[in-house]
């Protein structure tokens, strides 16, 4: 037996990832064939089936989803949906947490037990009454508003993450911040880069989370098509463009790939995150 | 009713102090002083203005409108009791939607669960290469959303010319196309199947999560003791990720019980009303159907949460008190 069999672990590893392979191409199979199709052309589209590479490769769908489909507005939306919506939550639900698990104080028992209860509900029909409140505020059908409805919903799931890591840090910890004279913002900004883990889990949960968002950016901003981001432009794809299959294959393909990059980047502080979190 | 009041939250302090005490003496330094108070309501207001506007207040109005005859246009006056509770109590579409989702839910979970946990116990073996890229690949489908990963299957499904007829039947698998979405036997279980592909990335990382606080020394010692990869699982890794695995199983069974996206891109709640679920009974009675009946769909969320809620606490109880006395 050559020297690389001898080793068990490369004997599994042949066995594990030959199986994995398989398995991944299986469960990848549909994002391939939106891929391969966003280079076909409609008629081959329909013909191919399950093949997935094109026969000629058409790059007009891009084009035409980029410029015609208004896709690079769509786009500069949804980065900034995105960026401002985790940005806001990052900062609310940072402080939040901070507080809640470094100080005991009247209420905290209480915010904490709601947070958690309405982790257990199945919120079905809370659209309409947060349509109603960014409409009270004369937000509907703005960026600020969209904004403001994707940041406001979320986050509890964050708050609770960031205090099960600020609790268990140690007292000595703050002492000695406070010794050297450091006040209540300042003792906050030097222990926040310790929550480097947490930080990462909200910002990929909640970026990916807003990239994706659907309802909302299509409740709110259905007097102007302008304000959509690109995943209710692609939906609407269908009606306007006589359901331009291609171009929307385009679409998904240009809207999933950076998303995809970031985890591939990221997922290591993405899981270390929120294993420090469920230790709690 | 003062003593029945105080008694649960006499033994919650009494646990709480419990566990202060394991931990550490009196925390002083997490007492709040002097002028830190307003530090602290300050630090809160961002998280809790947002919170209570944009969950609580729906939450809350969502019970308001459930005792009204209501379109969701006109000024709310109708004030009509429990009123729309009684028609939906004997409304056959409501229990129809309530199955189905229970069916979906429980089904979908019974599914992914211990799928996504042999993913993460795999992709997290130290041996294993190209770690990074197979949990990219399964963690894909959650990039999609939800309302694109519906419209991409609703084409892959399709029987005339779709994707995953063309396998089946030139591997000889089916003699004829299989019509996925338009059986009322194979619609919902469609369903379910495309919801575990699209959402068992983020399960498989929770349980990466858990899987990286089973102390590894533990693992060292039961190798000592011969135990293959197999007995290591069932007896080191399973009871120690047991605390976390009851919280992810929960979330999963009360995420799933908002199945929505699916069915408006893929079934339209048919055949027939075989796929119709409550969320969507909810929008549908709300926003689609003319005449609106926002109150009634109300009444509908409201009776539909209250009984989760119910079901998840006393489950919780339950888990929770085997907890405390083993055996």
Not at chain 2, 153 to 163: E, T
Request: with cysteine; aromatic share 16%.
């Amino acid at each position: 037996m050559n020297t690389f069999l001898r080793s068990r672990y490369n004997r599994y590893n042949l066995i594990a990832g030959g199986l994995l392979l398989i398995i991944g191409f299986v469960w990848i199979y549909p994002f391939l064939w939106v891929l391969f199709a966003s280079f076909k052309t409609s008629s081959e589209m329909f013909s191919a089936g399950a093949k997935l590479l094109p026969e000629t490769w058409d790059f007009g769908n891009f084009y035409r989803a980029w410029t015609k489909a208004n896709f690079n507005i769509y786009f500069f939306n949804t980065l900034l949906y995105a960026a401002s919506a985790t940005a806001i939550e990052l900062v609310k639900s940072s402080m939040c947490g901070y507080v809640l698990g470094r100080y005991r104080f009247p209420g905290r028992t209480l915010i904490l037990g709601l947070i958690t209860a309405t982790l257990f509900i199945p919120i079905a029909a809370i659209i309409l009454p947060q349509f109603q409140l960014v409409r009270s505020l004369g937000l509907l059908n703005t960026r600020p508003g969209v904004i403001l409805a994707l940041s406001g919903g979320a986050g509890a799931l964050y708050v609770l993450l960031f205090t099960g890591f600020f609790q268990p840090l140690p007292d000595e910890l703050f002492e000695s911040a406070r010794l050297d004279g450091a006040n209540f913002v300042q003792t906050f900004r030097l222990m926040l880069p310790l929550a480097k883990p947490i930080i990462a889990t909200v910002v990929i949960f909640q970026f990916m989370r807003t990239w994706n968002e659907f309802n909302i950016p299509l409740v709110f901003t259905l007097g102007r098509p302008e304000l959509r981001n690109m995943a209710v432009g692609m939906y609407a794809f269908r009606g306007e463009y006589s359901v331009d299959w291609t171009g929307f294959a385009a679409g998904t393909t240009m809207s999933i790939i950076p998303v995809l990059i970031v985890f591939f980047i990221f997922q290591g502080y993405f899981v270390r995150g929120l294993s420090g979190a469920v230790k709690q | 009713m003062t003593a029945q009041m105080t008694t649960p939250q006499k033994r919650k302090l009494s646990r709480a102090e419990k566990r202060k005490r394991k931990k550490t003496a009196v925390p002083y330094s997490k007492r709040v002083r002097g002028k830190d108070y307003f530090w602290v309501y300050l630090f809160l207001s961002p998280f809790l203005i947002l919170y209570l506007g944009f969950t609580v207040w729906p939450l809350i109005a969502t019970v308001i409108y459930s005792f009204f005859e209501w379109d969701g246009i006109k000024p709310l006056e109708d004030f009509i009791g429990l009123g729309n509770f009684f028609t939906i109590a004997q409304d056959p579409l409501f229990w129809l939607a309530f199955r189905n989702t229970l069916m979906f839910a429980v089904i979908n979970t019974m599914i992914k669960i211990p799928l996504s946990l042999l993913a993460a116990i795999f992709l997290t073996r130290k041996w294993l290469w190209g770690k990074r890229f197979f949990r990219t690949i399964f963690f894909a489908p959650l990039v999609l959303p939800v309302a694109m990963a519906g419209l991409i299957f609703s084409l892959l499904l399709h029987p005339a010319n779709g994707a995953i007829n063309d396998i089946l039947v030139s591997l000889h698998i089916v003699s004829k196309p299989i019509d996925f979405l338009g059986d009322e036997r194979l619609a919902l279980l469609s369903l379910i199947f495309v919801s575990v592909w699209q959402i068992f990335g983020q399960y498989m990382i929770y349980w990466m999560a858990a899987l990286q606080n089973v102390p590894e020394d533990l693992y060292e010692a039961a190798e000592l003791d011969g135990a293959n990869e197999w007995k290591k699982l069932i007896y080191v890794t399973l009871p120690v990720i047991k605390p976390v695995a009851v919280i992810i199983i929960f979330l999963a069974f009360v995420n799933a019980l908002r199945v929505f996206g699916l069915v408006v891109t893929m079934t339209g709640g048919g055949p027939g009303f075989q796929t119709y679920v409550v969320p969507y009974f909810i929008y549908t009675q709300a926003l689609v159907d003319f005449p609106f009946r926002y109150g009634y769909a109300s009444a509908a969320a409201v009776l539909f949460g209250v009984t989760v809620l119910m079901a998840v606490m006393i489950q919780g109880y339950f888990v929770r008190r085997s907890d405390e006395n083993p055996n």
